[in-house]
């Protein structure tokens, strides 16, 4: 965590976080040479973005960036209200990657501050504070999972408590001034919820106003956020042109589509890669995403370049099996959030597992309990935790997609006798050696 002058301050004075010295830098009239490199760059940086403000101004500031050698400060903050366990969570921070490898300076601000007040973005109802103890817990979370796809020692770490707590009463007033509640209420979920009467806590107002103020303390160039998030990244715009600073530019991501390639990722939608999979999880979970989907991932997820990704594309609609371009992006995922070693493992895996239909080696065992003696199918997967509900177990059996023992079970009605120990698949992925008791 970096360290901070403390002290009061107001905001009339326009005060530097950190003791530091604000520097003038409004957009000037003078117009930088666009080449080639910076268009290849906007193109990479364009790919797969929800929205993204004011591309002519960006393209000025790379272009601007490249002529006097000076980084461009890329902010994305994120409020540590619950841990992030799974790969959607991360598509942001690939784009902020992306920037980083193009040479310039990205910020992952955690908002500690920020995260006290809950941001009332797509929300209904006002949400519950969180305790500092859940707030340090959760942060801690954040850093690790952002070291998986950044590089750490090339990262500017900050919190926005350095000066947001620094504020106090007569900086928040200021602040405050700033802004008017009618702007606030054209903002989506405060305008349905005032239009259905429901209650709009003071402080939810005051979220947009903080997370704006972060922007003019960073003096940001981008800010880079969720597609959710782009009323609040606006009002930091806005802000920074009120404090006299060079408006940032804003950057949204869509939402990662899950494995059911339906709806968003979700835990609750059990369609989700964790982070923490295990590599051969992980491997076999992309695996199974559709042709389609795929595209949308390499988009949102690869690091690679445009130009290769092109070509992937090209070949495959020119003959090519999709399954190669599967298998890369699998790869490179795996490796991400473990290592190489891991990747090459878990394709050799998945090819002798999926390919020559043989039992992997590493299956885990449970054991179930039997009525009187015996019990159903259905009851014993769900028991056993390979699937969800009886329903479910009915489902697969329906669709030929649950084997004993290697052989295609057929029959619903199905009892299992106590004593025995079955080798069990459901789908493609799900195995487990199950002892009936």
């Not at 991400?336 to 493992?345: E, Y």
């Not at 025995?420 to 698949?425: C, F, K, M, R, S």
Request: aromatic share 6%.
């Amino acid at each position: 965590m970096l360290k901070c002058v403390n002290g009061r301050r107001g905001l009339d004075d326009a005060p530097p976080p950190c003791g530091e010295t604000w520097i003038e830098n409004k957009m000037t009239d003078k117009k930088f040479p666009v080449t080639d490199e910076i268009r290849e760059a906007m193109a990479l940086i364009r790919r797969g973005t929800d929205t993204f403000l004011i591309e002519e101004e960006f393209e000025q500031k790379l272009a601007r960036s490249k002529a006097t050698g000076e980084p461009l400060r890329c902010k994305l903050g994120l409020d540590p209200t619950a841990p992030d366990i799974h790969i959607g969570h991360t598509v942001v921070l690939n784009k902020l990657r992306q920037l980083q490898d193009l040479g310039h300076q990205v910020i992952f601000l955690v908002g500690d501050f920020t995260a006290a007040i809950g941001d009332p973005s797509g929300r209904n109802a006002t949400r519950p504070p969180l305790s500092r103890e859940q707030i340090e817990a959760n942060a801690q979370t954040y850093l690790n999972q952002a070291g998986m796809v950044l590089d750490l020692e090339r990262t500017e770490v900050r919190y926005n408590s350095e000066w947001s707590n620094a504020l106090g009463t007569t900086g928040l007033i200021q602040l405050a001034s700033r802004y008017t509640l009618a702007r606030l209420l054209e903002r989506d979920d405060f305008a349905k919820r005032y239009a259905e009467q429901l209650p709009i806590a003071m402080h939810e107002l005051l979220y947009p106003l903080m997370q704006g103020y972060d922007s003019v303390a960073l003096k940001a160039d981008l800010e880079l956020g969720g597609s959710d998030q782009r009323f609040n990244l606006l009002v930091g715009r806005e802000l920074q042109r009120q404090y006299d600073q060079e408006p940032q530019c804003i950057l949204t991501m869509p939402l990662l589509v899950g494995l059911d390639g339906v709806v968003k990722m979700s835990k609750s939608k059990h369609n989700y890669i964790g982070i923490t999979d295990a590599p051969n999880d992980m491997f076999g979970k992309v695996m199974s995403i559709s042709d389609d989907l795929m595209w949308n991932w390499y988009d949102l997820l690869s690091l690679r370049g445009n130009d290769e990704i092109a070509t992937l594309r090209r070949e495959c609609a020119e003959g090519r099996n999709p399954r190669d371009a599967k298998v890369l992006l699998a790869k490179e995922i795996v490796t991400r959030f473990h290592n190489a070693s891991a990747a090459d493992a878990a394709e050799a895996e998945f090819n002798n597992r999926f390919r020559a239909g043989a039992v992997p080696d590493d299956i885990e065992s449970v054991e179930v309990e039997s009525v009187d003696g015996q019990i159903g199918v259905a009851a014993m997967l769900k028991a056993a935790g390979m699937v969800e509900s009886n329903g479910e177990a009915n489902r697969n059996i329906d669709q030929k997609g649950v084997r004993i023992n290697g052989e295609t079970v057929t029959d619903r009605g199905l009892k299992i006798k106590a004593g025995e120990t079955l080798t069990v698949q459901v789908g493609k992925r799900r195995w487990k050696k199950i002892t009936v008791k």
